[in-house]
Protein backbone atom coordinates (compact mmCIF):
# COMPACT_ATOMS: atom_id res chain seq x y z
CA UNK A 1 0.00 0.00 0.00
CA UNK A 2 1.54 3.13 -0.60
CA UNK A 3 0.67 6.66 1.08
CA UNK A 4 1.30 10.12 0.10
CA UNK A 5 2.87 12.10 3.22
CA UNK A 6 2.37 15.97 3.39
CA UNK A 7 3.78 17.78 5.95
CA UNK A 8 3.77 21.69 6.33
CA UNK A 9 6.54 23.32 8.47
CA UNK A 10 6.42 26.30 9.99
CA UNK A 11 9.11 28.28 8.18
CA UNK A 12 11.62 28.23 4.72
CA UNK A 13 14.53 27.55 7.06
CA UNK A 14 12.41 24.45 8.97
CA UNK A 15 11.64 23.08 5.53
CA UNK A 16 14.88 23.12 4.35
CA UNK A 17 16.67 20.96 7.27
CA UNK A 18 13.91 18.77 7.53
CA UNK A 19 14.30 17.80 3.94
CA UNK A 20 18.02 17.92 3.85
CA UNK A 21 18.45 16.60 7.29
CA UNK A 22 15.91 14.89 8.80
CA UNK A 23 13.70 13.66 6.29
CA UNK A 24 16.70 11.72 4.72
CA UNK A 25 18.04 10.27 7.47
CA UNK A 26 14.36 8.42 8.16
CA UNK A 27 14.60 6.12 4.66
CA UNK A 28 16.66 3.64 6.04
CA UNK A 29 15.41 3.72 9.36
CA UNK A 30 11.73 2.76 7.72
CA UNK A 31 13.06 0.36 5.57
CA UNK A 32 13.81 -1.64 8.75
CA UNK A 33 10.16 -1.52 9.55
CA UNK A 34 9.33 -2.34 6.12
CA UNK A 35 8.29 0.75 4.43
CA UNK A 36 9.98 2.08 1.19
CA UNK A 37 11.13 5.91 -0.01
CA UNK A 38 9.77 6.19 -3.31
CA UNK A 39 10.24 9.94 -3.19
CA UNK A 40 10.95 12.91 -1.41
CA UNK A 41 10.13 16.14 -2.67
CA UNK A 42 9.07 20.10 -1.96
CA UNK A 43 6.19 22.06 -3.13
CA UNK A 44 6.96 24.39 -5.80
CA UNK A 45 5.48 26.96 -4.31
CA UNK A 46 8.08 28.30 -1.73
CA UNK A 47 5.51 29.77 0.30
CA UNK A 48 3.56 27.00 0.89
CA UNK A 49 6.79 25.18 3.14
CA UNK A 50 5.98 22.15 2.15
CA UNK A 51 7.58 18.33 2.16
CA UNK A 52 5.66 15.73 -0.06
CA UNK A 53 6.66 12.04 0.58
CA UNK A 54 5.51 9.18 -1.18
CA UNK A 55 6.19 5.76 0.42
CA UNK A 56 4.82 2.17 0.77
CA UNK A 57 3.82 -0.01 2.93
CA UNK A 58 5.18 -3.72 3.09
CA UNK A 59 2.36 -6.33 2.05
CA UNK A 60 -0.24 -6.75 4.73
CA UNK A 61 1.22 -4.41 6.99
CA UNK A 62 -1.45 -1.90 8.92
CA UNK A 63 0.08 1.32 7.85
CA UNK A 64 -0.99 3.02 11.80
CA UNK A 65 0.33 0.15 13.13
CA UNK A 66 3.75 0.62 11.20
CA UNK A 67 3.93 4.09 12.08
CA UNK A 68 2.96 4.14 15.74
CA UNK A 69 5.69 1.64 16.09
CA UNK A 70 8.41 3.50 14.22
CA UNK A 71 7.52 6.83 16.16
CA UNK A 72 7.89 5.00 19.11
CA UNK A 73 11.59 3.72 18.07
CA UNK A 74 14.94 5.01 18.94
CA UNK A 75 15.32 5.15 14.96
CA UNK A 76 12.72 8.01 14.89
CA UNK A 77 13.63 9.81 17.93
CA UNK A 78 17.76 9.64 16.09
CA UNK A 79 16.81 10.53 13.14
CA UNK A 80 14.60 13.49 14.58
CA UNK A 81 17.85 14.45 17.26
CA UNK A 82 18.20 18.28 17.27
CA UNK A 83 14.85 19.19 14.81
CA UNK A 84 12.13 21.39 16.45
CA UNK A 85 9.13 19.32 16.56
CA UNK A 86 6.80 22.30 17.21
CA UNK A 87 8.08 23.42 13.71
CA UNK A 88 5.97 20.88 11.66
CA UNK A 89 3.01 22.33 11.74
CA UNK A 90 0.63 19.49 9.95
CA UNK A 91 0.67 15.99 8.56
CA UNK A 92 -1.64 15.02 5.97
CA UNK A 93 -1.53 11.02 5.26
CA UNK A 94 -2.98 10.09 1.78
CA UNK A 95 -3.21 6.02 1.39
CA UNK A 96 -3.16 5.32 -2.03
CA UNK A 97 -4.09 2.40 -4.07
CA UNK A 98 -2.79 1.80 -7.84
CA UNK A 99 -4.47 1.07 -10.43
CA UNK A 100 -3.67 -1.95 -12.91
CA UNK A 101 -2.00 0.58 -15.44
CA UNK A 102 0.18 2.19 -12.58
CA UNK A 103 4.13 2.41 -12.99
CA UNK A 104 4.21 1.75 -9.31
CA UNK A 105 1.65 -1.34 -9.32
Request: glycine fraction near 4%; aromatic fraction near 10%.
Amino acid sequence: MYQLRIYTLRTAEALREYATVHWPRHIPSLREFGVTTHGIWTDHNAGAHRLIALIAYADGAEPADVTAAYMASPEFAADMQGFDTSNILNVEELLLDPTATSPLS
